[in-house]
């Protein structure tokens, strides 16, 4: 009997930690999203993914716990677990987490400011010739579009002229 006992409170800790661990999984996601902001249709996925991952965690706690015996000390071990955690780790975790991506994205933002730094150069180097040439286009596409007016403009006049010799006889 004493090992009936001992291995449900057993039981009963996994799935504690358990709860714990469906937190912090929480808390990633929490995290995630807020650096993310993700659309509605990304909010759907990734709160599809969220729940495969959850679904896989417990299941897997369940497996090595006892072999997926569902009794109702379980379900109190997650949920006690998890409000635990909210209760008393979250916001500390939460804390670590923004510490800890925010100087990811650091990082990263930096190592992208290296790599590309040699093509920003380069684009500044090859800018000034190309803005040049850019504007001596531009120019000249104006001189084109006046020159181009003219054979309008001289069919506008010999139209006016004619009607003028037109209405005088």
């Known amino acids: ?19 714990l661990i469906i937190g912090f999984i929480y808390d990633l996601y929490r995290i995630f999203r807020y650096y993310c902001q993700p659309k509605k249709v990304a909010t759907f996925i990734e709160d599809t993914i969220f729940w495969i991952i959850i679904s896989i965690t417990t299941l897997v706690l369940l497996f090595y716990s006892n072999w997926a015996q ?10 006690i677990g998890f409000f635990l955690y ?9 804390k670590i987490l923004n510490y800890i991506f925010g100087k990811i994205i650091n990082l990263i933002k930096k190592i992208v400011y290296i790599v590309l730094y ?8 090859l800018s000034k010739p190309t803005n040049k ?7 000249g596409y104006k001189k084109a579009r006046r020159y181009f007016k003219i ?7 010999y139209k006016k002229q004619l009607k003028n010799l037109i209405k005088k006889k």
């Not at 040439?133 to 120019?139: E, L, Q, S, V």
Request: net charge positive; charged share 20%; no cysteine.
């Open 1 to 19: 009997m004493e090992n009936l006992v001992s291995n449900q409170f057993h039981v009963f800790l996994t799935t504690l930690y358990g709860g």
């Open 70 to 79: 569902l009794r109702w000390y379980i379900f109190l071990g997650f949920i």
């Open 86 to 94: 909210r209760k008393l780790l979250s916001d500390i975790i939460i």
């Open 118 to 125: 040699p093509i920003r150069i380069v684009i500044k180097l």
């Open 133 to 139: 040439i850019f504007n001596k286009g531009r120019r």
């Open 151 to 157: 054979p309008g403009i001289i069919t506008k006049d």
